[in-house]
């Protein structure tokens, strides 16, 4: 506590202050020094008459109950104080208990886990996404024919990617869009016998054209389509106009295992006013909903980045869309059930 300067006048009157209030009170005790009296807080003083103060057992106040005892009573001036450490301790001690009280809960079971990531595995390697380049044959190259077959599985990972051979003769390769030059689809012993007729500076520049696209084989129609085949087998196949594939290839896939993202209804839009749903392009798709951008103007297409995108665009659907067909396909059971039912009765 600070020292208090107080003159002996004003000290007369606070003793005669103390000693009209009564023998005891509660209040503070001065010292008997003359001129600079210092003053200090008690629990209780007397005050006499004769300007003395005899203060009694002169414990400090204490502002806080000890923690050890909780029970202890305390004055109703200062009550404030531990009554609110006493109901926080309640509390905490309440809380504490029930927690201990409850039952613990059951750890994860991990063979659960185990078995769910192993499902979705499983379903994951069931997914193949393919695209195909085309080149035009016949008059004006308006008839399409496959050049080139990519595939990929669900994490991306290339399992066929092939030029093909053409069966006629090509009359437009659609290099601005497609990519494929014409030396891309010539065999490697026609290219040597081109290289022994032509000189090395006329040849140069198709050289490094070649070897950019070396890395590429180039297969008949006919092996094409059977590797094909063997990688479709039981596989849910992803793409984009995936009709205009199937046929390039003249093979076919079960409807019920296609994730055709242009005939996809919520990814379609009506043109006019009839109503009529029409498929969008694969570039707006992926604009608007993976907000990234693909067959660039004046770049070549590439059926690997096509495949990807619409693979990627199938993941934003894959659960309403697996919903969809769910019951798409259990509607054609009970139909063909139906159907076999009439002709037993017939």
Known sequence: MGVIQIDETIMNAMNYRCAAAGPNIKGYARSSTIGATKIRPTSSFHVTATNTATPAATPTRTTRRPRSDSNASCDSSNSWAPRRTKNRKQNHNHNHNKALSSPRRKPHNNKNQKRTALHEKEQRVRYVAMDCEMVGIGLDGKQSI??????????????????????????????????????????????QEEEGSCSDSCC???????????????????????KVLDILKDKVLVGHALKN??????????????RDTAKYEPFMKVRFDDGVLWPRKLKDLVDEKLK???????????????????????????????????????????????????????
């Open 146 to 191: 496959a050049a080139r077959v990519t595939i990929i599985d669900w994490d991306c990972k290339v399992l066929l990617d092939t030029f093909v051979k053409p069966t006629a003769e090509v009359t437009d390769y659609r290099t601005f869009v497609s990519g494929i030059a014409p030396e891309n689809l010539v065999q490697e012993e026609e290219q």
């Open 204 to 226: 140069s520049s198709s050289n490094s054209s070649r070897s950019n696209s070396n890395h590429v084989s180039l297969v008949d129609i006919e092996s094409c389509r059977q």
């Open 245 to 258: 594939d199937l046929h390039a290839l003249n093979i076919t896939h079960p409807w019920y295992d296609t």
């Open 292 to 346: 990234y951008e693909i067959q660039i103007s004046g770049k070549p297409h590439s059926a690997y980045e096509d495949a990807k995108a619409a693979l990627d665009v199938y993941r934003c659907a894959q659960y309403k869309w697996e919903k969809a067909m769910e019951y798409k396909i259990k509607k054609t059971k009970q139909i063909m059930e139906q159907q076999q039912q009439q002709q037993i009765k017939q």
